[in-house]
């Protein structure tokens, strides 16, 4: 059973007009990606999805405005300090701070567009362990068909 | 090498099997005399240095007439062997009188047999084969030798057929021994002739125990012929240790079944230290007898068989629980032969889509599946269908703030189904483990994303989330399997750091490998602790639509039918499917570890071989075996080499424990079940030849054609 596919497009193709700024300290200058806000229709059992969506030249689609980061657990409040001073929001399910591993999950959100800017700026935070964009993978089969 | 185990061959009979130059090589075999051509054809081993060991072999004869068995001993090593001492009997079950247990070799008239038993014994001397003395054999079983010393009451049991028991069996028999048998000979080591009309044809059993060479305690033992006639009940054969020991004329306890499946009613399997004083079990139960003791000098245990009350069994085996030198107790379950398909309606087509190369019948004689294996399924949700129903526990939803972890678009209740549907429920399918318990992780989202491989969209995030979550149970216990029938083309940053955690926990991480038809299998199945499992057609061949490469794990059906909702199954196809089948494998091992009582006993090694599965090699795989290749990984489980499902299947066919699957095996078989078409212990699934169908007869050739697959040994 291939699932529908219902793609509202709502937003698209924020110029790059504003091209690089310089950085300077306490604030994030980027360059700001296209992208398209897609709107999924809503389906039962979840709520109405809306995705940022930037593709890489790869072909990949990405989220545009999150950056996945895995940190040293003892590194989160510093990392959330300097993350806010930039306007950006640490995300984390709320129960992961009692997990018993040193390291801890974050999905930081920042401004449309800057995922892969922000994305440079990350990595090179203290207790940084891993970061990345957020890519999609997909179920692997389907149902419906005949033998 | 097992120093204590040697091959044979029946020289008589011209098979000879391989052997090492310096192992002797004995061959004991029955030969039937008015055969044209030898009517056994196997040369078999056994170690009964243990003792316990009985081989039976049943012998078609005619209703009347003149008849005779003989029992020879041929000699192949190249050098000249000692024989030590043995027994044997022979009985006709045609010949029993009503409440008879055993009839020894067909008498008399009060049974509904006439005419005279007539025995003959030849031993040694008129044979130049053989040197040394013999201290006395005179015969079988008959007056004149029960007269040799043993007292008159036990031949009139065992010639009336009553039960009894004759504790001096031994001084009749083990006056024999000393004997050379040169290399290249052979000899009668004793013959039964004779004319009993019985009321129809049928077969006699020969029975013959601790027959040994004293080298090495290592001994020869019959073989049989695989064309006789079908195995006979042994109802009122003789069980239990024959020598040392007593001869126990006592019936085989009969099979149970009260809702937890069939068991020998009022025994106990007990696995014991071979130190274990058996003189306290009529402490802890007046009415506890020991009818078995086998020990396994190679395992350090021994296996006992404690008959008792049937009333009894549970407050002895809580008893036994915590006594020093006690290993496991518990039922004696009937776990081979016994399980038949499904009635699951799509179980037919669940086989022809590829399952067929699983043996779950197999599989399931060790377990069904514990509801204490929780598989987290990190998927769109699952819904408890009826398939389901008490096994969906509470998950974890990563798409938003609820706790519905019900599914979105069908894709994560039928991965659930295809690893644990309930099996003989009637309806549906049935899963790889039945009985496990799924705990639902939703992560994807019921939509396609263009560019995003896959039906339903997962989001890196919400994968993490979900990752982290299973790593934390799994740290605490509360999940012992996870399967992703999801995946990409890139890497999800951090993952194999969540996935490591998880796989630091012994908690495998199950992963389809993708549907384009690619290398290198996607992420996150190319995670270095991931298993990941490609597609294969139900053939067993690699399906071009999966995803291969150098870190292809395994291999399992791409198409299958699977659960969706309450609806008819429908037709799935992908390695989201073949995933969980590879899961519900491992689901079954564990819940086999979680429930001891279901295999441990009396087959200490079986999970040796299945935590030899989760081996990690330097070549990545996560999965072990010989013959890997990129397209189907270690292949099928079935169909791999050295995988510990496979060797584990073909354990089983190892009835007796000892490493070998060989005629002995067959003959318990033969001891226990009735095992040809019709009967209520045979198993289709255990008639593996020949190739092109079924002969209705589970038999040594169908052991040997795994033992054949397996190699000769255990590893």
Not at chain 1, 116 to 128: E, F, N, T
Request: proline share 8%; charged share 15%.
């Amino acid at each position: 059973m291939k699932p529908i596919v219902f793609v509202v497009l709502t937003a698209a193709m924020v110029a790059a007009s504003s091209g690089c700024r310089d950085s300077t300290p306490g604030r994030f200058v980027y360059t700001p990606v296209p992208y398209t806000v897609v709107t999924f229709p809503p389906v039962r059992g979840t709520p109405q999805p809306t995705m940022v969506i930037s593709i890489e030249e790869s072909g990949q689609p990405y989220s545009a405005d999150l950056v996945l980061v895995t940190l040293d657990k003892s590194a989160k409040a510093r990392f959330m300090r300097w993350a806010n001073s930039l306007g950006f929001t640490v995300e984390s399910d709320p129960e992961s701070d009692n997990y018993p591993f040193d390291f801890i999950f974050v999905s930081v959100r920042v401004p449309l567009g800057s995922a892969a800017d922000a994305l440079k700026l990350i990595r090179k935070q203290h207790g940084v362990r891993d970061a990345g964009l957020s890519h999609f993978a997909g179920t692997l089969g389907s149902g419906g068909g005949q033998p | 090498m097992n120093s204590r185990k040697m091959w044979f061959g029946a020289v008589t009979l011209g098979i000879a099997l391989a052997a090492s130059a310096s192992t002797p090589l004995v061959g004991v075999s029955f030969r039937h005399a008015h055969a044209a051509t030898p009517a056994f054809e196997l040369a078999v081993d056994c170690d009964v240095s243990a003792p316990g060991i009985q081989a039976v072999c049943n012998v078609p004869v005619p209703a009347s007439g003149p008849r005779s068995v003989a029992v020879v001993a041929s000699n192949s090593t190249g050098a000249s062997v000692s024989l030590g001492a043995f027994s044997f009997d022979i009985f006709n079950p045609n010949c029993g009188g009503a409440g008879a247990t055993t009839t020894p070799q067909g008498t008399p008239a009060s049974s509904g047999c006439t005419g005279a038993p007539g025995a003959t014994g030849i031993w040694p001397a008129s044979n130049p084969n053989l040197t040394g003395t013999s201290a006395g054999f005179t015969g079988l079983v008959n007056a004149a030798n029960f007269a040799n010393g043993c007292p008159a009451g036990d031949y009139a049991n065992a010639a009336t057929g009553a039960s009894g028991t004759s504790t001096s069996f031994l001084s009749c028999f083990n006056q024999l021994g000393g004997e050379t048998l040169a290399n290249g000979a052979s000899v009668i080591l004793g013959t039964q002739t004779y004319d009993v009309t019985m009321p129809a044809a049928g077969s006699i059993i020969l029975t013959l125990s601790n027959v040994a060479a004293t080298d090495d305690n290592t001994v020869s033992l019959l073989s049989c012929d695989p064309s006789s006639a079908p195995p006979v009940p042994p109802t009122g054969n003789v069980t239990g240790a024959c020598f040392p020991g007593t001869l126990n004329f006592t019936a085989a306890p009969p099979i149970v079944d009260d809702g937890s499946g069939p068991r020998q009613e009022g025994t106990l399997i007990v696995t014991s230290s071979l130190q274990f004083d058996t003189g306290g079990l009529s402490v802890l139960d007046p009415n506890a007898q020991l009818i078995e003791d086998t020990h396994w000098d190679q395992f350090g245990v021994r296996v006992l068989v404690v008959k008792t009350l049937d009333s009894n069994l549970d407050q002895l085996i809580i008893k036994l629980q915590g006594v020093p030198g006690i290993i496991a107790a518990g039922k004696n379950w009937m776990h081979s032969l016994l399980d038949v398909a499904p009635n699951d309606p799509y179980w037919t087509g669940q086989n022809n889509a590829g399952l067929e190369l699983i043996n779950l019948a197999e599989l399931w004689s060790y377990s069904t599946g514990s509801p204490n294996v929780h598989v987290a399924v990190l998927d769109t949700g699952v819904n408890e269908i009826p398939d389901l129903q008490g096994r969906v526990l509470p998950g974890k939803n990563f798409l938003d703030a609820t706790d519905d972890t019900s599914h979105t678009d069908g894709h994560g209740t039928m991965v659930a189904s295809v690893i644990a549907a309930a099996k003989n429920n009637g309806q549906g399918i049935a899963g790889i483990a039945p009985g496990v318990s799924i705990v639902p992780v939703k992560v994807c989202y019921p939509i396609h994303l263009p560019g995003v491989y896959g039906f339903a969209t997962c989001p890196n995030g919400p994968i993490l989330n979900g990752l982290w979550w299973v790593a934390s149970q799994a740290a605490s216990g509360s999940i012992q399997l996870v399967n992703m029938s999801l995946g990409g083309d890139p890497d999800i940053p951090g993952a194999s750091t969540a996935i490591a955690a998880i796989h630091q926990r012994n908690v495998p991480v199950v992963v389809a490998s993708g549907n384009n038809g690619s290398s290198p299998v996607m992420y996150p199945a190319r995670d270095p602790n991931a298993i990941a499992v490609g597609g294969t057609w139900p053939n067993s061949d690699w399906r071009p639509d999966a995803n291969f490469g150098a870190d292809l794990d395994i291999a399992a059906p791409f198409q299958t039918y699977a659960m969706n909702n309450i609806d008819a199954p429908v037709y799935a196809q992908g390695t989201s499917f073949s995933a969980p089948v590879i899961t519900g494998l491992l689901a079954l091992k564990m819940s086999s570890d979680l429930v001891p009582e279901g295999l441990v006993l009396g087959d200490p090694w079986a999970f040796q071989t299945w935590a030899n599965w989760m081996d990690h090699t330097p070549s990545h795989q996560v999965v072990s075996c010989s013959g890997w290749n990129q397209y189907t990984g270690c292949g099928v489980p079935w169909d791999a080499n050295d995988l510990g499902v496979k060797f584990m299947a073909a354990r089983r066919y190892d009835l007796n424990g000892d490493c070998i699957v060989d005629v002995a095996d067959e003959q318990i078989l033969a001891l226990h079940w009735e095992a040809t078409f019709g009967m209520p212990f045979y198993n289709v699934a255990y008639d593996l030849e020949p190739l092109s169908y079924p002969d209705l007869d589970v038999d040594i050739k169908d052991l040997q054609k795994v033992f054949s697959r397996e190699g000769f040994r255990c590893r």
